[in-house]
């Protein structure tokens, strides 16, 4: 059986919506990866970072994985602040 859960991330300085996103697994959310992104509201890339169209807060670094293939965000910790509900699988 696997858990998966739908969450919306949100800035931590001004609590604006940045994206929703299916997080598979009860982990940390440590990366949000392209593919699983569901939805961006007021996120915005600019210098290859995820930043808080709102307050201009820097929210994760957008990496790859084997050359530029899968994409992800790196999450900074402290920027971002989510809530959601598990789905069973």
Do not use: H, P
């Not at 949100?10 to 949000?32: D, F, N, P, T």
């Not at 699983?36 to 201009?56: H, P, Q």
């Not at 084997?66 to 809530?83: E, L, P």
Request: hydrophobic share 30%.
């Amino acid at each position: 059986m696997r858990w998966s859960t739908i969450l919306t991330i949100k800035c931590a300085k001004c609590k604006a919506k940045i994206m929703k996103y299916k997080k598979i697994g009860m982990g940390k959310v440590l990366r949000c990866w392209e593919s699983k992104i569901r939805r961006i509201y007021d996120g915005e890339v600019k210098n290859n970072e995820l930043v808080c169209k709102s307050c201009e807060n820097v929210i994760g670094k957008i990496e790859s994985k084997d050359k530029g293939k899968a994409r992800y965000v790196n999450m900074d910790q402290d920027s971002f602040t989510y809530t959601g509900t598990k789905i069973k699988k």
